[in-house]
């Protein structure tokens, strides 16, 4: 079966994002007119040109439209812009589906939250008034002065084990038959992250969570989500009986990769982190859950 070799952490940023000046009319138009400068297109539906593996850009050209080509930043000396397409391009690919080299992730990551964030926010929460984009691209402006930063949406992935070491691997009611990944769900107002690990494995699957252990964090921005992997051990058995789901198991490292081979179990797409972590369970790579902290424990 096919896996990616490392979980999808990147410890240090490969795309300088230009803190420093990057509203800064002047220096954004030496980066859009470096010769080397490059602009990446995202399709109305999220999707890429990728040629050999890498995604295509094409070079800056003529004068910049700063409501449109939104700078993400700097790889290696090279100036990235980014803009969204008003029509699918023609082999353009679905992001959901690619796996991308790192810096390639992180540039296109950075665009498609960028985008989809403008394109939901034209007004002011404070007065309703419409809002533009400052120079470099990160912040919206209302003609009051209010700036309005980007909003993320919290989430926690898991890859919940039981005491045999087997993996929860369960099916949304809208998946195809067998389709699988491991728990996951969003962050409620006023909840840490580790209360919505466990909050989360109760009410999907009815399971009690005993320890965890924080792994790495990727963004998923569809729209805009940001994910918070975590392995935890659990006890108890698995109950669906409610709307959250239509099936889950505890699956051994042997069931996940014999049902994969024989076609009978898809599993998540190499780009997210789902399959990362599945990935490094397979691998023996994930940390033990007790490594983390007791949720059983008494309080100090």
Known sequence: MNRISDVRVVGRPLLDRCHADRDDENANRVRWNDPAAQLLLIDPHDKVVMADGRVVAVPTEGERDDQRDLLLGVVDGV??????????????????????????????????????????????????????????????????????????DPAIITAVLDGEDRIVLARQHSWEPHRRSVLAGFIEAGESAEHAVVREAAEETNLTITSACYVGSQVWPFPRSLMFGYVARASGAIDVGHDELAEADFLSRQEVSDQVDAGHLQLPPTLSIARALIDAWLEYRLPKPESGFDLLGSPT
């Open 79 to 152: 100036p990235w812009f980014a803009r969204r397409t008003s029509e699918p391009r023609p082999a353009a690919r679905s992001l959901r589906t690619v796996d991308l080299v790192p810096v390639d992730r992180e540039l296109v990551m950075s665009a498609v939250a960028a985008l989809a964030w403008h394109e939901s926010h034209p007004l002011c929460p404070r007065c309703g008034r419409s809002t533009h984009i400052t120079s470099g691209g990160p912040v919206r402006v209302c003609p009051q002065g209010h700036r309005i930063f980007p909003r993320t």
